[in-house]
């Protein structure tokens, strides 16, 4: 079981039927959940050939860890939507599309990393790109979180972010970070070239060497009393701006 990812939740399991249903290996559900969301649920997996396994609450419990569960478990085999950020590049070359990544330094709270690739997913983002050391992996939460965004966002964990910064730069992609102190507005970026936007972690922002690696500092206009906005509202507003540009 220890080399199995535990998928908790509706949205989670029911992302994973729709994209890749024969890497559910086992799925559980709670036996006197008889409801009609439950029924919908083991109509999907049955039409996913997917076996239903009915067990008490405790089991349940058990099997997640802790985790919020809504009476559904499911455990599955990890899966890999790209080896690295080569990958997402050359595939999208391949497809003539502009790349438009997302960078996350510092994110280390897993409800914050779930609501950035539900965001990702939502924007049509590429892939979602964080350090090894200071961000945290694709846990329980960040997949109940992502309601099915990180079944279809690659998130690409590197060892070395400023090196893979410099890497997106060798391949003509722009780097926009965010920062309170930047002159311009992220109004004036020209989202419709190939680029990626680069988030620090609420509070610490970016490290000092991931900002002096971006092309451009832009800001985020605030016109209120709040002095700053949780990243991935942050994430979700930079990424739609790019999104407006494009659809122009």
Not at 29 to 34: D, I, M, T
Not at 39 to 55: C, E, H, L, W
Not at 130 to 135: E, K, L, W
Not at 197 to 209: F, I, P
Request: aromatic fraction near 2%; hydrophobic fraction near 40%.
């Amino acid at each position: 079981m220890s080399s199995h990812q535990v998928l908790t939740g509706f949205h989670a399991v029911v992302a994973r039927l729709r994209h890749a249903p024969e890497s559910i290996k086992e799925l559980y559900v709670e036996e006197s959940r008889r409801d009609k969301r439950m029924q919908t649920f083991i109509q999907q997996a049955q039409n996913a050939k997917v076996r239903v396994r009915p067990v008490p609450p405790d089991r349940l419990d058990g099997l997640a860890r802790g985790a919020r569960h809504q009476g559904v478990v499911a455990l599955a085999e990890p899966r890999l939507l790209a080896a690295d950020v080569d990958e997402v590049l050359d595939t999208l070359e391949d497809k003539g599309e502009k790349p438009l990544l997302l960078i996350l330094d510092g994110v280390t709270d897993p409800h914050n990393l779930g609501a950035c690739l539900r965001t990702a997913d939502a924007a049509g983002v590429h892939a979602v790109i964080a350090p090894r050391d200071r961000a945290v992996g694709l846990n329980q939460t960040v997949q109940r979180v992502a309601c099915g965004g990180a079944e279809t966002v690659p998130y690409i964990m590197v060892t070395n972010l400023a090196r893979t910064m410099r890497q997106l730069k060798d391949r003509d992609i722009w780097i926009v970070g965010t920062d309170d102190e930047a002159e311009q507005s992220m109004h004036q970026v020209d989202g419709r070239r190939a680029m990626a936007w680069v988030m620090g972690a609420e509070g610490e922002g970016m490290r000092r060497l991931t900002r002096e690696t971006c092309d451009e500092l832009v800001t985020i206009p605030m016109l209120g009393s709040v002095e700053s906005l949780n990243v991935s509202v942050a994430s979700a507003v930079c990424l739609y701006e790019t999104v407006r540009q494009r659809k122009v």
